[in-house]
Every structure is written in C-alpha cells, then in structure tokens.
Nanobody, 126 residues
Framework: QVQLVESGGGWVLAGGSLRLSCAASGRTFSAYNMGWFRQAPGKERDFVAA????????SYADSVKGRFTISRDNAKNTVYLQMNSLKREDTAVYFC???????????????????WGQGTQVTVSS
C-alpha cells in the first residue's frame, strides 16, 4: 500500500503563490498517474489536476487552468502542484492521490484515484 505525504500548504495573500509537494513511498511511483484534489469546508472533494505516469500528459479543472501547474519527479517519488495567482476560492485542504497504472484511461476520472494522503491546508485571504 502506497503512503502519500503532502506538504507546502499555508497562508497566502490573494495573488500570491504556493508550491505543494506530495512524497510517495514504494518503488512503483513512476508507474502510476497522480492527481491533486481539494476540499473546501462544507463542500465535496473536487478534482484539481492530474499528471500521467511519465509526466507527458496533464489535465486540469477549468477553475485552475492557466494558474496551477502539476509536475512530477519520478526519481524523487514526488508530485508537485505549483499554484499561482491564488484566489480566496482556492482555500481548501489539498490532497494528492494515486491514479491508475500505466495504460489506464486518460484523462482519468475522479473515481480512478485512491490511496489518499492526509491533506495540507491552503488558506488564501484578501
């Protein structure tokens, strides 16, 4: 069972930037798609971004396109989420999750993700 540990959350003013990291345990990280989701208070968990196992393909929610960038370093077993031009509505707990293995459907569906991390809080204020 993979373990995922997010870090990099915090408090930032609107318009600012944060970079989230998610470190994965195990030897099979590079064989799986990875994703980021977020959950605001009182709301459901929503898809934010995904990256294919080799890093060549990415997918974003419309609300973050052009502002967020997902990337991965398979040598470090880590996936990143660079968040720029942050807005108050980006405030949420951000989770990383493991998607399907090599050859899985692309773009992935939210139900394709499992093995969630514990989350990291991002708070954007104006």
């Amino acid at each position: 069972q993979v373990q995922l540990v997010e870090s990099g959350g915090g408090w930032v003013l609107a318009g600012g930037s944060l970079r989230l990291s998610c470190a994965a345990s195990g030897r099979t990280f590079s064989a799986y798609n990875m994703g980021w989701f977020r959950q605001a208070p009182g709301k459901e968990r929503d898809f934010v971004a995904a990256i294919s196992w080799g890093g060549r393909s990415t997918s974003y929610a419309d609300s973050v396109k052009g502002r967020f960038t997902i990337s991965r370093d398979n040598a470090k077993n880590t996936v990143y989420l660079q968040m720029n031009s942050l807005k108050r509505e980006d405030t949420a707990v951000y989770f990383c999750a493991r998607g399907g293995p090599y050859g899985s459907m692309w773009p992935p569906r939210p139900r394709d993700f499992g093995s969630w991390g514990q989350g990291t809080q991002v708070t954007v204020s104006s």
